[in-house]
């Protein structure tokens, strides 16, 4: 997945849609993900901005949802799920075998982001694992294995 460098004049294009309207933020915040691969720094004022709230208002979305980045993603992103149902079926385990392979929930590297999400809403399919904004259901760690290869 190859996303666009930084560039206000870009990111302004990509936003007009949202220009105005208060009830744009999320989507705003969204769309400048899915254009640059993360909501650099710069991004807030902007949004703040053409959305018509104050920075902090942006801010509060942008910390709340945890599926938006303020820095770059890394070559490939697992989420693994932690919420009750998950922890369950086995999740533990699932998040145990990272840590021995030195990726533990919550590191970033270069190649490897592992982070923890409290519920994909795949509770009957746990333990769930995206990999690279696909959803695994009844993970195991071979199965986590094999979609990173």
Excluded: K
Excluded at 86 to 112: K, M, T, Y
Excluded at 119 to 130: H, I, K, R, S
């Amino acid at each position: 997945m190859t996303f666009d460098a930084w560039s206000e004049e870009l990111a302004a294009a990509v936003l007009e849609p949202c220009q105005g309207d208060e009830t744009m933020v999320l989507v705003a915040l969204q769309t400048l993900q899915e254009r640059f691969g993360f909501v650099p720094a710069e991004g807030v004022p902007l949004v703040a901005r053409l959305c018509n709230v104050s920075r902090a208002d942006v801010h509060g979305v942008l910390s709340f949802y945890h599926e938006l980045r303020t820095s770059p993603p890394a070559g490939r992103m697992v989420r693994v799920c932690r919420a009750e149902a998950c922890q369950a079926v086995g999740a533990r385990d699932i998040e145990r075998a990272f840590a021995d392979a030195g990726h533990p929930v919550g590191s970033h590297s270069e190649s490897l982001s592992v982070e923890a999400v409290y519920c994909f809403g795949n509770c009957a399919l746990g333990p769930t694992v995206e990999v690279d904004g696909t959803l695994h259901g009844y993970c195991t760690e071979e199965i986590v294995a094999e979609a990173l290869r």
